[in-house]
């Protein structure tokens, strides 16, 4: 598998010594091209704002302060270390690889991701992973943990045969659970993310109450209302009454609870979800007084 760690550092660094009106074109051509597949199937826009990235103008110092935090802590080698010890820890289980990813770090909008710590992840797509931080104290720790969230969903969906579109809550309770246990497995607790750690008590519970009454939704539209809750992307008028984020939350302790059913390893499931297991209904969470 090849690995290649766009060099960010530098290309902030060029970019931010252009003058404001040519940083976008700079943006879309260096930042955004290696990513064209997955923003083309994705439909995203091609601009900072839609990603949560940082602003290209008027954020010139905070740009430079983020930057040092993320070179002293090696943000990049730690990058290329993580997927290297990520993908020896799934190719133990025969679970395929891609042949190639491309990985970005991007400076992030610290308002824009006030909600999970200044940092978030996108890697659904085979080959390609993006990691917006709006690096601190709290959230540098993390970024391996959350880059072998990613690289798991890359792999996942590289080597499980089944249309995302037509998804089932139950599969994607998994998929995110399945991740964030693979994170928690290889870097500690103490790394899980926020979208996890962000719901407990009542609010877990509520959660769980709705999700389990509906594991067999279908068709990712709908899916994804119950994963993301009280989410900005979620409209209010389908809102339904689950907490921000209390799909990932409730996923996690699904995996959880079959991790402690089976004693399986975290890549093993991840390989018996492959092979066509529904983990999350098998895990007796949704069933537990």
């Given at each position: 598998m090849?690995?290649n760690?766009l060099?960010?550092r530098?290309l902030y660094?060029?970019m931010f010594?252009?003058?404001?009106n040519?940083r ?10 290696p990513?064209?597949?997955?923003l083309?199937l994705?439909r995203m ?9 940082l602003?290209?103008?008027g ?5 430079k302060?983020?930057l040092?935090?993320l ?10 270390k993580?997927?290297?010890f990520?993908?020896g820890n799934l190719?133990?289980v025969?679970?395929g690889?891609?042949?190639?990813i491309?990985?970005?770090?991007f400076?992030g ?5 006030a909600?999970?710590?200044?940092y978030t992840?996108?890697?659904s797509?085979?080959g ?7 690096p ?7 970024l391996?943990a ?6 798991h ?5 590289f080597s ?7 998804v089932?809550l139950s599969?994607y309770l ?7 246990s693979?994170a928690?497995a290889?870097y500690g ?9 962000g719901v ?5 519970e509520k959660a769980?109450?709705?999700i389990?009454?509906?594991l ?6 709908e899916?994804r209302k119950?994963?993301f809750?009280d989410?900005?992307m979620?409209?209010e008028s389908?809102?339904?009454?689950i907490?921000?984020c209390?799909?990932y939350?409730?996923?996690y ?6 991790l402690?059913?089976?004693g399986?390893?975290i ?5 018996a979800f492959?092979?066509?297991e529904?983990?999350a209904k098998?895990s007796g969470?949704f069933?537990t007084n």
């Amino acid at each position: 598998m090849k690995i290649n760690i766009l060099d960010t550092r530098k290309l902030y660094t060029e970019m931010f010594s252009l003058p404001e009106n040519k940083r976008g074109a700079f943006f879309d051509e260096k930042f955004l091209q290696p990513f064209a597949p997955m923003l083309e199937l994705t439909r995203m826009p091609r601009n900072p704002e839609a990603l949560s990235c940082l602003a290209l103008s008027g954020a010139d110092d905070t740009a430079k302060e983020m930057l040092d935090q993320l070179i002293a802590v090696n943000a990049w080698d730690e990058a290329q270390k993580a997927i290297d010890f990520t993908a020896g820890n799934l190719q133990k289980v025969r679970i395929g690889m891609p042949e190639e990813i491309t990985l970005g770090i991007f400076l992030g909008d610290p308002v824009r991701l006030a909600q999970s710590e200044g940092y978030t992840g996108a890697g659904s797509m085979p080959g390609y992973i993006q990691i917006m931080i709006a690096p601190n104290a709290q959230n540098l720790p993390k970024l391996p943990a959350c880059i072998a969230h990613e690289f798991h969903h890359n792999v996942l969906f590289f080597s499980a045969k089944w249309n995302f579109m037509n998804v089932t809550l139950s599969q994607y309770l998994a998929v995110e659970g399945m991740a964030e246990s693979f994170a928690s497995a290889l870097y500690g607790v103490d790394c899980i993310g926020p979208w996890v750690t962000g719901v407990k008590g009542a609010d877990l519970e509520k959660a769980r109450g709705i999700i389990g009454k509906n594991l067999d939704v279908a068709g990712f539209m709908e899916v994804r209302k119950y994963i993301f809750g009280d989410h900005p992307m979620i409209p209010e008028s389908e809102a339904l009454g689950i907490p921000y984020c209390g799909g990932y939350s409730v996923g996690y302790h699904a995996i959880q609870a079959y991790l402690r059913k089976t004693g399986k390893t975290i890549a093993e499931v991840t390989k018996a979800f492959i092979d066509g297991e529904d983990i999350a209904k098998q895990s007796g969470y949704f069933t537990t007084n």
